[in-house]
């Protein structure tokens, strides 16, 4: 039985891939341990597969280009029981693998390394990615998530085989590495991180990694995950100060020291709260539609608390709010009328016409997000297991609970 995979991969990685494979060929012997080195690769056109090859290792053609594609293709295809991954630059020390084989066979599910615990070396991380990004993109996904990872981007880390399966990985791109520690946390695997030492990488061109394009990816992917801080957040923000001036400004303009908040600012208020109700809703779509589609697993409190939500009970809501600005309509179509259908004051016109306006649009967001709702909350069956087939849906790998994140 194999119990450790040392998995890299590679594109057009000759330069330095003879002493990677090397390094961890020379780990597992040298410390008794059945295991394989695995080297998934990307399209290489430089010869990278023979010189794999010729030192022992297994390699798997990936056709999907990008950095995940290539280490979820990796792990699927890895025999070990451990997965021990990291890039094939020489960048990480192979040879010295022991701190993460310890906390495998403890009993960990994910090992992180750390480079800011171990140290950086002269020249093996440019200053922007040292002090910029890497930290500010660990720190927004701990304050995301509620990791406890301090190094996100780390290349080198080892996890059991089965859970990073169960995990369901999807993304193909450095965000990858994202990915995998947001996805260990949700599903409250058992983490923990080791320091180890970042080397120069061994090789004479520009590395693969793109630093504003990646790093936007790596963002992209951590906002995207977390409809609460996307949208939850902001969006109740921004509608009860919203709705507190528009609601405030009905009954004549605001003076704030200097500032006079008038006609205008009543205006910008409205939109402000029509766009931060709207933000909410997205919120609870896509946290549903996340945990339906299996990006998210699912948060058991979220879901008791959605399952007391009936579409009834949206659309009461909903024609409440839509009646409140019916009648603020009436109310300024009484007045036009009572001016004999001319000129009304702009003032007193504008703060019956705006939550009027406020009042429909809320009711009518209302009622269409309850019936999306009632939508995604349709039982449905995996495809190809109709009914009377006599089909099981494959289900995922068993996880452990999960907590209410994101």
Request: net charge positive; aromatic share 8%.
């Amino acid at each position: 039985m194999v119990e450790l995979t040392i998995l890299m991969p590679c594109l057009n990685e000759a330069e330095t891939l003879a002493t990677c494979i090397g390094k961890a060929r020379g780990f597992l012997d040298s410390r008794g341990i059945v295991g394989e080195v695995l080297i998934a690769d990307n399209g290489s056109t430089d010869g990278s597969q023979q010189i794999a090859e010729s030192l022992g290792a297994r390699v798997v053609p990936v056709p999907i280009r990008g950095y995940g594609a290539a280490l979820n293709a990796g792990i699927h295809a890895a025999a070990g029981e451990f997965v021990i991954m990291g890039d094939a630059d020489d960048s990480y020390d192979f040879s010295s693998l022991d701190d993460f084989v310890r906390e495998l066979r403890a009993g960990r599910d994910l090992v992180m390394g750390n480079r800011f615990a171990g140290g950086i070396l002269p020249g093996a991380m440019p200053k922007l990615h040292k002090y910029l990004g890497n930290p500010v993109l660990s720190a927004v996904g701990r304050l995301f998530f509620r990791s406890p990872i301090g190094d996100f981007h780390c290349g080198l880390r080892g996890f059991r085989r089965d859970a990073a399966v169960g995990l369901d990985l999807r993304t193909t791109g450095m965000e990858f590495a994202s990915e995998m520690v947001v996805k260990a946390t949700l599903y409250e695997l058992d983490m923990a991180e080791v320091p180890i030492v970042l080397h120069p990488d061994g090789r004479s061109r520009p590395p693969h990694l793109r630093s504003w394009r990646d790093g936007w990816r790596h963002l992209r992917f951590l906002l995207i995950y977390s409809p609460r801080w996307l949208f939850l957040y902001p969006g109740v923000a921004l509608t009860v100060v919203s709705a507190i001036l528009a609601v405030a400004l009905v009954f004549g303009p605001i003076q704030l020291g200097p500032i006079r908040l008038g006609v205008g600012a009543h205006f910008l208020t409205a939109i402000a709260t029509m766009v931060g109700y709207q933000a909410v809703i997205f919120a609870v779509l896509s946290k549903v539609y996340g945990q339906l589609a299996g990006f998210r697993p699912d948060d058991k409190r979220f879901s008791r608390w959605l399952g007391r939500i009936k579409l009834e009970n949206g659309l009461g809501v909903g024609v409440a709010l839509a009646a409140v600005g019916i009648v603020a309509a009436i109310v300024s179509f009484v007045r036009w009328r009572d001016a004999n259908w001319g000129n009304v004051q702009t003032g007193d016109s504008i703060r019956t016409v705006v939550p009027a306006a406020l009042g429909i649009v809320l009711g009518m967001q209302t009622i269409l997000a309850s019936f999306f709702l009632s939508i995604l909350g349709i039982p449905h069956t995996a495809a190809g297991s109709g009914s009377g087939s006599g089909e099981t849906p494959t289900a995922r790998p068993s996880l452990p609970p999960t907590r209410s994140t994101g």
